[in-house]
Nanobody, 115 residues
Framework: QVQLVESGGGLVQPGGSLRLSCTAS????????MGWYRQAPGKQRELVAT???????NYGDSVKGRFTISRDNAKNTVWLQMNGLNFEDTAVYYCKRSQGPMTYWGQGIQVTVSS
């Protein structure tokens, strides 16, 4: 089993920044992919960003140029730097880790953009 602990969410004004982190513990594999997804009220969960085992990122269209995903293998941690936040970024953000045949999700963390 793998546990994912997310942190860094909160309330921010439009145009502001937040940095989310997700740290994995437990039965950690060396080879893994990690990513962030989000779900706004009444909407389906959507891709925010992923980063594969080679460190290659992939971004959802709505966050390209504003968000940056990074990872530290030694710390089993992935970060999501979010700049230029707007009202449409308000959602619960979920960390996801895929290793071998298994996929794990964090509990979710709230990000609210409000003036």
């Amino acid at each position: 089993q793998v546990q994912l602990v997310e942190s860094g969410g909160g309330l921010v004004q439009p145009g502001g920044s937040l940095r989310l982190s997700c740290t994995a513990s437990g039965n950690i594999f060396i080879i893994y992919n990690m990513g962030w997804y989000r779900q706004a009220p009444g909407k389906q969960r959507e891709l925010v960003a992923t980063i594969n085992n080679s460190g290659i990122p992939n971004y959802g269209d709505s966050v390209k140029g504003r968000f940056t995903i990074s990872r530290d293998n030694a710390k089993n941690t992935v970060w999501l730097q979010m700049n230029g936040l707007n009202f449409e970024d308000t959602a619960v953000y979920y960390c996801k880790r895929s290793q071998g045949p298994m996929t794990y999700w964090g509990q979710g963390i709230q990000v609210t953009v409000s003036s």
